[in-house]
T-cell receptor, first 110, second 117 residues
Framework: EDQVTQSPEALRLQEGESSSLNCSYTVSGLRGLFWYRQDPGKGPEFLFTLYSAGEEKEKERLKATLTKKESFLHITAPKPEDSATYLCAVQAWGYSTLTFGKGTMLLVSP | EAEVAQSPRYKITEKSQAVAFWCDPISGHATLYWYRQILGQGPELLVQFQDESVVDDSQLPKDRFSAERLKGVDSTLKIQPAELGDSAMYLC???????????????FGPGTRLTVL
């Protein structure tokens, strides 16, 4: 059974204070690892897809990296508008469905 | 920008009543998913359609939940009768199913927040 564990559950940062979110996974053959952002009361918003260990992708202040066991979402010099829940999900070969973690709730204070 | 549409955005109902949610995927997307998200948890798949056919409904509580996508475009998820434990966000997502590019990415709608009293 595919499993995704995200840590920490919640993270509070000061504006400009860089940090990383962790996503550990077990999957029977990784097809893709996905990062989403979710604002309260809204649907998840797609951020990145990573397909192989060593791959990195960037978008504004966010950078996602992937190893064979985990993925990191690095947030550089965050701003209050980066406050949201960040969800990680995996997709196994032969399937198109996603298995999600519980998310990390990020709060960035001015 | 193309988006997944869902309605209603909010629904309050009493237990034992019937409720229905509607989803219109991004135009041209062949694959449609319904997820349920309990507060503080990640989304969990209920049912997946490829065009008008069900691909995976192994996690759908079939005694009370039903889903259809009759013409392979929009979809309806129904609960009858609703129970207190069904209170959650119901999310619809779609993906293109095209080789390469954004093949695997699922795009989510705004969700329907269901409260069962």
């Amino acid at each position: 059974e595919d499993q995704v564990t995200q840590s920490p559950e919640a993270l509070r940062l000061q504006e400009g204070e860089s940090s990383s979110l962790n996503c550990s996974y077990t999957v029977s053959g990784l097809r893709g690892l996905f990062w989403y952002r979710q604002d309260p009361g809204k649907g998840p918003e797609f951020l990145f897809t990573l397909y192989s260990a060593g791959e990195e992708k960037e978008k504004e202040r966010l950078k996602a990296t992937l190893t064979k066991k985990e993925s990191f979402l690095h947030i550089t010099a965050p701003k209050p508008e980066d406050s949201a829940t960040y969800l990680c999900a995996v997709q196994a070969w032969g399937y198109s469905t996603l298995t999600f973690g519980k998310g990390t709730m990020l709060l960035v204070s001015p | 920008e193309a988006e997944v549409a869902q309605s209603p955005r909010y629904k309050i109902t009493e237990k034992s009543q019937a409720v229905a949610f509607w989803c219109d995927p991004i135009s041209g997307h062949a694959t449609l998913y319904w997820y349920r998200q309990i507060l503080g948890q990640g989304p969990e798949l209920l049912v997946q359609f490829q065009d008008e056919s069900v691909v995976d409904d192994s996690q759908l509580p079939k005694d009370r939940f039903s889903a259809e996508r009759l013409k392979g475009v929009d979809s309806t998820l129904k609960i009858q009768p609703a129970e207190l434990g069904d209170s959650a966000m119901y999310l619809c997502a779609s993906s293109s199913g095209l080789a390469g590019g954004s093949y695997n990415e699922q795009f989510f709608g705004p969700g329907t927040r269901l409260t069962v009293l």
